[in-house]
C-alpha cells in the first residue's frame, strides 16, 4: 500500500498551489480520502475530505471557499487545489484513506498515510 503525495514547495501569499496523491496497493474507489496538515509544534489537522460516494466534500473552516479537493478513481488520484493561499497554511500535507463512509477528523480512523510534502507560504 502506498499513498505518494507530491505538488508542495514554496508560494507566495495569494498563490497558488495543486497537491496530488496517488494511491496504490488497494482498492481505491472503496476508500473516503481526505487531506491533513500538521505546523511545527501543533496538532494535525483536517483540511478537506471527498468520501466514496461522492456527495458534498468536508472542509476545514480555515480553508473553506479556498481549498477544493476532488478525486479521479480511474488514476487512483485525490488533489488539493489551493487558491489564495496565506502564511497560516504554511505546513506538512498528508493524504490520508478510510474506510468511514463520508468523513470523519479523527486521525485513528485513517488506515493509510502519505508521507506528507511540505507546503510554505512566504513573500
Known amino acids: 500500500v502506498q499513498l505518494q503525495a507530491s505538488g508542495g514547495g514554496l508560494v507566495q501569499p495569494g498563490g497558488s498551489l495543486r497537491l496530488s496523491c496517488a494511491a496504490s496497493?488497494?482498492?481505491?474507489?472503496?476508500?473516503?480520502m481526505a487531506w491533513f496538515r500538521q505546523a511545527p509544534g501543533k496538532e494535525r489537522e483536517a483540511v478537506a475530505g471527498?468520501?466514496?460516494?461522492?456527495?458534498?466534500?468536508f472542509y476545514g473552516d480555515s480553508v473553506k471557499g479556498r481549498f477544493t479537493i476532488s478525486r479521479d478513481n480511474a488514476k487512483n488520484q485525490v488533489n488539493l487545489q489551493m487558491n489564495s493561499v496565506k502564511p497560516e497554511d504554511t505546513a506538512v500535507y498528508y493524504c490520508?484513506?478510510?474506510?468511514?463512509?463520508?468523513?470523519?477528523?479523527?486521525?485513528?480512523?485513517?488506515?493509510?498515510w502519505g508521507q506528507g510534502t511540505q507546503v510554505t507560504v512566504s513573500s
Open positions: 471527498i468520501s466514496v460516494i461522492g456527495g458534498r466534500p
Open positions: 496497493g488497494f482498492i481505491f474507489a472503496d476508500y473516503s
Open positions: 490520508a484513506a478510510t474506510t468511514v463512509v463520508g468523513f470523519t477528523t479523527e486521525t485513528g480512523q485513517y488506515w493509510y
